[in-house]
Structure formats: structure tokens, C-alpha cells
């Protein structure tokens, strides 16, 4: 591994497009052995499969009514609603939405997994490629990231399919940062590196939040170790400019979505159970299920870091030896940092840190630490079997992730009716169970009704004709009521209370009440003819969010246009 730097001019046109070709015809391969339990056993029923499939058909619906951009989640809590989409990154649900109103939708988590996990192959490809040059060690840690351990845990065990989404992103997003942090030699102008950076870093936050944090944290300590390490500033300021402009471009969602914290019931996400203190590596707890399956994480974080000490072990020369390629020894010293960081933040010695680092605690599992120790694992491996007996350390490695994936397979639970079971729910208008963190604040979604009409007369005004309101227009954002009446009496909507909501009765705004064990809207009418509408509108913090991403992203494409030579 000596000689030029990884990735230079000399070794960098390694085969030309075939090696891409070949990458995705491996990272295609990969996914498509992942998925084989799922021909024959049905969908594997992880923990999230019930939440992500039905923000997939709740999206997909209101396509079809013409919102691009969902924001109230209108089958949740059985048709009350919930501001799920202001709070959970778009890009998962709007990638599963969108498969969704091609395929059947019995094909889409199978469907979801390929897609991203053969990007994910192609994504580490890219990576390893330009560090080493040579493809057929990228070609082999395409397949090992796509089916690293934490992935197959993801898949068959937890069904988090944004949390999926985001760690394929990974790869590229840590190219972009060596790139940033001087630790490969410069093979573009530093601005597009910028550019390039930033893109991948929004990416990871628009799939899922608690990646984008792992993200932010483990890229500061790369940027601050490249910093201390060349005792140079610049590796510090390019990382803090691509971050700052990452967070600007996600500001559509991040601003809304931390402003609006305030109106739900966001400590819920830190309920029973999914405290960073209950979920440390092989935690007890009094819930034998829970602890059941925490060990199950533990064994697959021991497989990551046993293997990239294993790795290390073989590598010790390359690592710290000063006549060793300089390059490859920076990236290899850096990230046994960020490994260790993160298994020690798998730990419960690193507790106190979860309480105080800001947003840490959200992360909520400290075995997500994984995802960032699947890229090390995969460039430490990599590494140490382009040293000797290539095809046979293949062979042990894919019998070790064959295994690794039997065994997973086996501790999980095959479903086929959980995506029918959702489409039934919204097609028969039932809905289905809200979720605890985004419960508007106020209520109580363990008393929401369920199999409610859109609009009721309640109190002294129930023994009404029922022909006394109808429903003119119900959709996601807009809901317009009509009411003739011969008594005053008040209407409860099937709409839980939320600022954004607008409650006009005959074009003026009104004070609603509120049902006494949960918070849906009760709107006091008049006798005679009424109109009620309710639209869902633009908040000001949806309003700066948007404005402050269009700048970043003016911003960006400014910085892509500068030419080639403005290297400052």
C-alpha cells in the first residue's frame, strides 16, 4: 500500500466504468441474498415495520389529494391525525410512498431494502475505490457494508427502514469528510468538496434524525482530530462551513421540527424503555423481551468491534508505521479514533454524556453507535484482506455474514398480513394507533375513539336528524362542514387540536373546545345554516425553514459555480 497517495491520479482510473458496473452487480447480489428469507417466510415484522408502513400509505394518499409535502399524518389516532411528518425526516417515507404508487404494496419493504442496500453497496464502493484504487478491494467492501451485521439487524429485527436509508449514506458522507479534513490528497477544487459534503450531510438528516446526530457528533471529532493533528485550522473551518451549510439546506425540516417541539408530547420518545440507560450493550431491565433483544444488538456490536480490532491487529505496521503510505495511515489512525469513541459510547461509563450533550439522549439507543462502526469495520476489514489470502478471507467473511444472518433470521418475526393490515385500516377510514412522541400537547391518544364519523352532534344536540351536518370536502389539510340546524348545539370534528389548525365557522375564526379525556375540536354553532372549515396552515417557523434552505441552497450552487482554481 505504499506509493502514491489513495486514490491519486496514478491508481484512480482503475478500470474505468466497468468497476462501477461491477460494483453495483455485486452491491445487486448482496441485497438480493439479504432479501431471500423474505420469498418464503413473508416480511420480516420488526419493531418499526407498523409506523414506517403507514407513513408510507398515509403519504402516498395525500399525493393523491394533491400535497406534495405532507405535514398532519391524517390516519393517525384512527383518523384524529398527528403532526407525524413535521418531526420525521421526509426522505424515508416519501422514498416508500413513492414505491408504493408503482408497485403493490405487499412488494415495498422487500422492495425498500434492495434499493437502498444495493446503494449502499455502490455507496462503499465509492469510498473504498478512492482510498485504496483499486476496485476489486471496493468491490469486496461493497459487499461486506451492504451485509455488515448492523445492517442485517436493521433489517430483520427492527425494520427501521429510515434509520436504513440514512447509514447507506454513510460511506459517501465520510469521503466527503477526508476530503474536508485533508486526509486524502486533493483531487478536486475544495469549494465542490464543500458542496459535495454538505449535500450528503443534509441527506443523513433528512432520512433520520437520530443518524444525523450520530453524524454531527462523529464528524466534529474528525474534523477536530484532523485539526490537531496537522496543527492547522483549515481541516476545522472546512468541516464547520459544509456542516453549517447542511444544516441550512435541511432547515425545512429541522426548524419546524424543533420549534414545534413545544406543541406535541416529545418526551415520549424517551418513554419505558428507550432510555439511553436501559439500551447500553447487554443492559438489564425488568422486561425480559426487551432484554431479550438487547442482547441480540450486543452480539452483533461485539462481531463489529471485535473485527476491526482483529483488523487493526494485522494492520499494526500500516497504522503507525511513519514509512507506511502517510494517507492510508491518517485514515486509518482517524477512524480507530472514531471506533473507539464509539463502542466506548456503547458503554454505560459514557451515561453521563448521554445526559449532557445536547440531543444526544434522542439517539435513545446506545447501540446505534453502530452505524458508525459498520464503515469503520468495513474499511478495517477491507484493509487487512487486500493483505493475504484474498479469496479465502472472502470466503470466511461471507460464511461469517451467512451465519450472522441465519441467526438473526431466526430471531425475528415473519409477517405477511402487516402491510395488508394498514391498507385495510385507511381504506375502511378506521386508521390506526397514533404514536406517543407526536401526540398533539394536551391529550391522551390512549383515549382517542376509534370509528368515528368525520363530524358529530354532541351533548343536548345528539338526538338531531343525522342529516343536520354534512361533510362537503374531508382531506388531509382541509376539512369544510356544513350544519343546518334548529337548536344551538356543538359539533365535534374528527381533529385532534393543533396551533397550526384554523377553525372558521362562516368565514370568521372561532375559540374551539375540546373533548374532556382526549383533544379533539368542538366547535359551538349557532341554529340555522353554518359553514365550518378547518385548514391546516403555514406556521412561521415552516415559513423561515423554507426560506433559510433556499438560501443554503443559492448558497450551494454559488459555491459550485465558483471556477476551479479559487482554491480560498
Known amino acids: 500500500m505504499s506509493g502514491d497517495a489513495p486514490g491519486s491520479e496514478a491508481s484512480w482510473n482503475v478500470e474505468g466504468a466497468r468497476a462501477w458496473v461491477s460494483a453495483t452487480a455485486v452491491s445487486f447480489v448482496t ?64 422514498l416508500g410512498a413513492a414505491l408504493g404508487s ?18 449502499a453497496g455502490v455507496s462503499a464502493f465509492a469510498l473504498l475505490r478512492r482510498v485504496f484504487g483499486t476496485a476489486r478491494i471496493a468491490l469486496f467492501g461493497a459487499a461486506l457494508f451492504a451485509a455488515n451485521p448492523y445492517a442485517l439487524l436493521v433489517i430483520y429485527l427492527r425494520s ?63 474534523f477536530a482530530w484532523a485539526a490537531l493533528r496537522q496543527r492547522a485550522w483549515r481541516p476545522a473551518f472546512r468541516g464547520f462551513t459544509g456542516v453549517a451549510l447542511g444544516f441550512g439546506l435541511s432547515s425545512f425540516y429541522l426548524i419546524p421540527a424543533a420549534y414545534e417541539q413545544r406543541w406535541v408530547n416529545i418526551e415520549g420518545a424517551l418513554a419505558g424503555g428507550l432510555t439511553p440507560a436501559e439500551n447500553f450493550l447487554f443492559a438489564h431491565t425488568q422486561d425480559a423481551e426487551h432484554d431479550a433483544f438487547n442482547r441480540i444488538a450486543s452480539y452483533a456490536a461485539l462481531l463489529l468491534i471485535f473485527g476491526i480490532i482483529a483488523a487493526a491487529a494485522l494492520l499494526g505496521k500500516t497504522i503507525f508505521d511513519e514509512s507506511e503510505n502517510k494517507f492510508l495511515r491518517k485514515i486509518l489512525q482517524a477512524l480507530l479514533v472514531l471506533g473507539a469513541v464509539a463502542t466506548a459510547m456503547m458503554l454505560p461509563v459514557t451515561n453521563i454524556l448521554w445526559r449532557l450533550l445536547p440531543k444526544l439522549r434522542f439517539v435513545q439507543f446506545p447501540w446505534r453507535w453502530m452505524a458508525v462502526l459498520a464503515v469503520v469495520f468495513t474499511i478495517f476489514v477491507s484493509t487487512a484482506v487486500a493483505r493475504r489470502m484474498f479469496a479465502l478471507n472472502c470466503v ?23 402491510v395488508n393490515s394498514v391498507k385495510e385500516a385507511v381504506n375502511n377510514k378506521a386508521g390506526f394507533e397514533g ?90 354553532l349557532p341554529a340555522g345554516e353554518s359553514r365550518i372549515e378547518a385548514h391546516f396552515t403555514r406556521t412561521l417557523d415552516r415559513t423561515v425553514g423554507g426560506c433559510v434552505s433556499l438560501l443554503a441552497l443559492a448558497f450551494a450552487g454559488f459555491l459550485g459555480w465558483l471556477p476551479a482554481h479559487s482554491k480560498r
Open 31 to 94: 441485497s438480493l441474498a439479504i432479501l431471500i428469507p423474505f420469498f418464503w417466510l413473508g416480511t420480516a415484522s420488526g419493531h418499526d415495520i407498523q409506523f414506517h408502513i403507514q407513513s408510507w400509505v398515509d403519504a402516498a394518499g395525500q399525493w393523491k389529494e394533491g400535497i406534495l409535502l405532507p405535514r398532519w399524518t391524517e390516519w393517525a389516532n384512527y383518523g384524529f391525525g398527528e403532526p407525524r411528518f413535521i418531526f420525521y425526516p421526509p426522505l424515508s417515507w416519501m
Open 102 to 119: 408503482i408497485f403493490p404494496w405487499t412488494w415495498i419493504p422487500a422492495l425498500f431494502v434492495f434499493i437502498v442496500q444495493t446503494f
Open 160 to 222: 427501521d427502514f429510515a434509520e436504513l436509508l440514512a447509514s447507506s449514506f454513510f460511506p459517501l458522507l465520510l469521503l466527503a469528510a477526508l476530503r474536508l479534513g485533508g486526509y486524502l490528497k486533493e483531487d478536486q477544487p475544495p469549494l465542490k468538496s464543500v458542496v459535495q459534503f454538505s449535500l450528503l450531510f443534509a441527506a443523513v438528516w433528512l432520512s433520520n434524525a437520530p443518524a444525523g446526530v450520530l453524524a454531527s457528533y462523529s464528524l466534529a471529532l474528525l
Open 396 to 418: 470466511a467473511m461471507a460464511l461469517l455474514l451467512g451465519l450472522t444472518g441465519w441467526y438473526l433470521v431466526r430471531h425475528t418475526w415473519w409477517d405477511t398480513e402487516d
Open 435 to 524: 404514536t406517543d412522541e407526536y401526540d398533539p400537547l394536551g391529550d391522551d391518544h390512549t383515549d382517542v375513539p376509534q370509528n368515528q364519523p368525520d363530524a358529530k352532534l354532541i351533548g343536548a344536540a345528539e338526538g338531531l336528524p343525522t342529516h343536520a351536518i354534512r361533510i362537503i370536502r374531508w382531506t388531509a389539510e382541509d376539512r369544510v362542514v356544513a350544519a343546518k340546524l334548529t337548536q344551538p348545539a356543538t359539533v365535534r370534528l374528527k381533529l385532534l387540536h393543533h396551533p397550526a389548525w384554523l377553525v372558521t365557522v362562516d368565514g370568521k375564526p372561532v375559540k374551539t373546545g375540546r373533548t374532556i379525556s382526549y383533544n379533539a375540536i368542538l366547535v359551538a
